[in-house]
């Protein structure tokens, strides 16, 4: 349990998860392994439900993948896949936080 006062920028509520009926264990690393999974399903999901064009820009600014793009301004392509993604964690019951 933290004591005194809360980082700067930390939720005013924890997001925590829901382990399915059939886990049951103490570990909290596997509980932690479980969870990752489960965020990085919701990430993929939710990248792939943008528009192609907004996908290739996360992936070549994220994973240094080379795209040719169209006569579109590459931040503000960036810019909407980012929130895209935002909106799509939020739908899937994701808390993001603001960075």
Known sequence: MRVGGKPAGAPTKASGGIMPYTIHTS???SAYE???GQIA???DAAI?????SQQCCLHHEYLDAVY???QQDYQDLLSTAKAGVRLG???RCVHVVDA
């Open 41 to 43: 399903a919701a990430c």
């Open 27 to 29: 570990d909290t690393e």
């Open 89 to 91: 964690l939020i739908r």
């Open 68 to 70: 040719r793009f169209e």
């Open 34 to 36: 479980y969870f990752d």
């Open 48 to 52: 792939a439900d943008l528009p192609i």
